[in-house]
């Protein structure tokens, strides 16, 4: 799940100066879920700058705005509504985003109403959790499936660090290390050999950006 909070209104406000008329497009996947692009928050979003004097003429959630094919659909039922704005403005992640300009027939200005902050879980009590950094050369089956790039303040492959005190990280003493938790799986899954087997160091060539995978033909 892409993790993302809604931006200060004073922010959007800003962009949207010299704008009256406002289309809305939120999401409902995650940003649904992180209560930063569903349709309840568009409604709050739609209350608080039509009080600041502007009109919204109307909005849209569609289930997953960065898949193409969607994102189109409920663009093309609202076309009447957004050609008659002056601008829309997007409550869902960067991705989210970049779709609906990139799939917007209406030369309309696209403005940001969310800051991407990472891919995450979501725990028992609600919690929003970074779990993983999406890094193209996963490391989990080696680690107890648990990341070290991702949970680790210094992304070690071979840990811990000298740093570690009573099991808490030296960068946060609140936080577990992330290399005891890992010898702990793996001791629980009569797999700590693989501490033994000293990691090479990571290959960020699979990181080089932007990354895809193309259609089958």
């Known amino acids: 799940m892409i993790i993302t909070k809604q931006k200060e209104l004073k922010e959007i406000l800003k962009h949207l100066e010299g704008q009256s008329r406002v289309f809305l497009i939120g999401c409902g996947e995650c940003s649904t879920t992180c209560k930063t692009g569903g ?40 076309r009447k509504l957004i050609e008659s704005s002056d601008a829309i403005l997007v409550m869902a992640c960067g991705l989210g985003i970049q779709s609906v300009k990139e799939n917007l027939r209406a030369e309309k200005a696209v403005h940001v109403g969310c800051d991407t902050l990472f891919m995450g879980a979501i725990d028992s009590s609600g919690s929003f959790l970074e779990k993983c950094s999406a890094c193209g050369d996963c490391v989990l089956e080696l680690t107890g499936l648990i990341c070290p790039i991702t949970r680790c303040p210094k992304s070690l492959l071979n840990g811990p660090c000298g740093g570690q005190d009573k099991g808490k990280c030296e960068v946060d003493k609140n936080r577990d290390c992330t290399w005891i938790l890992i010898y702990n799986e793996l001791k629980k899954q009569g797999k700590l050999g693989l501490l033994k087997e000293i990691k090479a160091p990571k290959d960020y060539s699979k990181l080089t950006k932007p990354r895809e995978i193309r259609a089958s033909a």
């Open 39 to 78: 349709e309840d928050d568009i409604k709050r979003m739609k209350e608080l700058i039509e009080k600041e004097g502007k009109t919204v003429t109307g909005y849209c959630v569609p289930a997953a705005p960065c898949i193409a094919a969607k994102v189109k659909l409920e663009l093309a039922k609202n």
